[in-house]
Each structure stands twice: as structure tokens, then as C-alpha cells.
């Protein structure tokens, strides 16, 4: 999970662990690439609106490596632009859930992507 608000990564981290998820965060792009070089992530929860990389190149990248090139990513942001989302979507993500949410879909969308998880 990366998104640069602290908060709402410490509520995610105690969700998503309730739920049997193990979680690992990083709050800017760059940590979450190196995150993800570093451990095998079955999933990628990625905000756009971050310092050092954006989500959307994040989002690029993930899908430029071989290790990473067919983990689901999630977009959760607060962008809810037509053109935001759609270029979500041709970069590769597999889902978009504009904030505010609900914190119960998104877990039902990680499940949805992860069956083998719930």
C-alpha cells in the first residue's frame, strides 16, 4: 500500500491485517518501487497524488518489470477525473476506487483479485 497520508495507511495496515491481508507500506513512489524490487507483492494499492513519483508513474514502472508486470494494482485516490481514471486504466491498473471510500470495498476488491487470500 503506498500513499503519502499516514494516517490513512495505519487504518488501512489495521483493516486489511484484520482481514488476513499481511501489509506492507510505503509513503512516496520511490519507496514503493523499492518496496517492491525488495518483496514478492501480491497486490499494489497505489495513490496518484505523491512526492518523488506520482502513482501514475509508479504504476508505469510496475508494469515495465517482469516481477511486477502482472500484479493487480489498485488506484485509490482522490483524483475522480475522466481523464484521470482512464489514464489509470491504460497504464494498467486493474481497479480505481476514488477516496472518499469505503474502507470494506476496497477489501472486497483485494479479494475479488486475490480470491486465494479471502
Given at each position: 500500500m503506498c500513499d503519502d497520508d499516514e494516517l490513512l495507511l495505519e487504518l488501512l495496515q489495521f483493516r486489511l491485517s484484520a482481514k488476513g491481508f499481511e501489509v506492507l507500506t510505503a509513503s512516496d513512489g520511490q519507496a514503493a518501487m523499492e518496496l517492491a524490487g525488495r518483496e514478492q507483492?501480491?497486490?499494489?494499492?497505489?495513490?496518484?497524488?505523491?512526492?518523488?513519483?506520482?502513482?501514475?508513474?509508479?504504476?508505469?514502472?510496475?508494469?515495465?518489470?517482469?516481477a511486477t508486470r502482472d500484479v493487480p494494482v489498485i488506484m485509490l485516490t482522490a483524483r475522480k477525473g475522466e481523464r484521470d481514471i482512464v489514464e489509470a486504466l491504460r497504464l494498467g491498473a486493474s481497479d480505481y476506487l476514488a477516496k472518499p471510500f469505503i474502507p470494506e470495498e476496497l477489501t472486497a476488491r483485494l479479494m475479488r483479485l486475490l480470491p486465494k487470500v479471502a
Amino acid at each position: 500500500m503506498c500513499d503519502d497520508d499516514e494516517l490513512l495507511l495505519e487504518l488501512l495496515q489495521f483493516r486489511l491485517s484484520a482481514k488476513g491481508f499481511e501489509v506492507l507500506t510505503a509513503s512516496d513512489g520511490q519507496a514503493a518501487m523499492e518496496l517492491a524490487g525488495r518483496e514478492q507483492v501480491d497486490a499494489v494499492v497505489l495513490d496518484a497524488m505523491m512526492p518523488r513519483l506520482d502513482g501514475y508513474e509508479v504504476l508505469r514502472r510496475l508494469r515495465e518489470t517482469p516481477a511486477t508486470r502482472d500484479v493487480p494494482v489498485i488506484m485509490l485516490t482522490a483524483r475522480k477525473g475522466e481523464r484521470d481514471i482512464v489514464e489509470a486504466l491504460r497504464l494498467g491498473a486493474s481497479d480505481y476506487l476514488a477516496k472518499p471510500f469505503i474502507p470494506e470495498e476496497l477489501t472486497a476488491r483485494l479479494m475479488r483479485l486475490l480470491p486465494k487470500v479471502a
